[in-house]
């Protein structure tokens, strides 16, 4: 899962990063919401006040998260794009790199 993480903020970048904080912070709202309007949860967020108890909730989703990420953050980069009007990079107008030669394989 690490590997294509990696590999989506390589090709989403901000995106990717954007979403996923966005999530991140959205979730420990919200269980921070639940809790304070008396949600009561057991375990080792029993015992906490609603911030700690939020966040360890909060850390419990995080593979949650991580694949809501790898799933909409490709929509998300497109629907970003369309909304500013940028056209989704095409692989084979990208320019070589320099000192290389396009006909040869580096």
């Known amino acids: ?3 294509k993480l990696k590999a989506l903020l390589a090709e989403h970048g901000r995106v990717a990063v954007i979403l ?3 999530l991140f912070f959205l979730t420990w709202g919200g269980f921070a919401l639940a809790i ?3 949600f009561q949860p057991e375990g080792a967020a029993a015992g906490a006040g609603v911030t ?3 966040y360890i909730a909060t850390k419990l989703t995080q593979p949650l998260r991580v694949g809501v990420t790898l799933a909409v953050t490709p929509f998300a980069t497109r629907l970003w794009q369309r909304v500013r009007g940028v056209k989704p990079a095409n692989p084979a107008e990208v320019l070589p ?3 290389v030669d396009p006909g040869q394989s580096p």
């Open 1 to 3: 899962m690490q590997a």
């Open 20 to 22: 996923y904080f966005t």
């Open 52 to 54: 700690t108890a939020s």
């Open 97 to 99: 790199q320099a000192g």
């Open 36 to 38: 304070s309007t008396g």
